[in-house]
């Protein structure tokens, strides 16, 4: 078996940390042919806690896992440790931790995928991608949603946005690969001053070797993903599955299961071929902002 190290780093948020050790304790379990009603009993649990374990959605108990190997057979000393250590880093709190205050449950698990992605490809139809957003930008489109919020929630909101952009200053960014939909970009969000220093942004971005921005014109028409915005994360390590990441006004879905994989991946190909090619991109945004938003 190939042991996942078991250092955390500093890409690799808990969430991935936990995918990476569900998916070894199945492994281990089904080479040993351990059924999961027969581990859940093992740590007096259930079937079900047993596969969430495996599908990485519920923290670890250090003696619980301890517990698993035993019983599946795993008795080298130095296995035991890697793993063991996987549970405790795998428990240990991401950087938004701290923003706990203002961030719903549901997309804390994002950003930990987010920070543990190689690939992240997403389309957009109503707003500017927030790994891309300027901080006057990402300030009037969290003032859309929290009006009613004081200045230093607002502020707190804003400084999480930035903190997630971290990731593509990093020394191994992960690739970004963004199509936009032209109505984003020519919808005023926060006025013409805003806007503007947003598309200079965008013009600024496309030069990154590691971030390709594809724009859809309104000249496509209907296409691929009329039903809305979706994001797909690809990661670094093969034993994990893609995730489609689709968010909603109070919630959001993960999918991982095959059919849904194949469904979005074959729309964001659509979409790419459908947009403007990348080469394109900053001729297009400077058009749009000589157009939309002269000085």
């Known amino acids: 078996m190939t042991m996942v190290p078991a250092e955390g780093g500093p890409t690799t948020g808990p969430t991935v940390l936990r995918m990476l050790l569900g998916a070894q304790l199945r492994r281990l379990r089904e080479a040993s042919g351990v059924t999961r009603e027969g581990a859940g ?20 108990k250090e003696r619980d896992v301890a517990d698993l190997l035993t019983l599946y057979g795993v008795t080298d000393g130095q296995e035991r440790e890697a793993l063991l250590k996987l549970a405790r880093d795998a428990n240990s709190p991401g950087w938004w931790h701290r923003y706990g205050d203002v961030l719903p449950s549901w997309f804390q698990s994002y950003l930990g995928l987010e920070a543990a992605a190689a690939l992240i490809r997403s389309y957009e139809v109503q707003f500017v991608p927030g790994l891309l957003q300027t901080p006057e930008y990402a300030r009037a489109v969290v003032l859309l949603g929290h009006s009613a919020a004081d200045v230093a929630e607002i502020d707190r909101r804003v400084a999480l946005r930035m903190q ?8 191994r960014p992960p690739q970004l690969w963004v199509v936009v939909d032209e109505a984003a970009l020519r919808r005023p969000i926060g006025g013409v001053e805003v806007m503007r220093g947003q598309i200079e942004a965008l013009i600024e971005a496309t030069r990154s070797p590691h971030i390709r921005l594809q724009i859809i014109p309104f000249a496509a028409g209907g296409h691929a993903a009329a ?5 797909i994360l690809r990661f670094g390590d093969q034993e994990l599955p893609d995730i489609v990441y689709i968010e909603q ?20 190909e659509r979409l790419c071929v459908e947009a403007e090619p990348p080469e394109r991109t900053p001729e297009i ?3 749009l902002l000589k157009d939309a938003y002269p000085h």
Do not use: C, H, P
């Open 164 to 171: 997630r952009q971290e990731i593509l200053r990093r020394d």
């Open 227 to 231: 039903g809305g915005a979706f994001t």
């Open 249 to 268: 006004l109070t919630s959001a879905l993960y999918l991982d299961k095959r059919d849904d994989l194949e469904y979005y991946a074959v729309a964001m």
């Open 285 to 287: 945004l400077a058009r």
């Open 41 to 60: 009993w093992e740590i007096r649990s259930s079937e079900s806690k047993i596969s969430r374990m495996e599908l990485g959605r519920v923290g670890f």
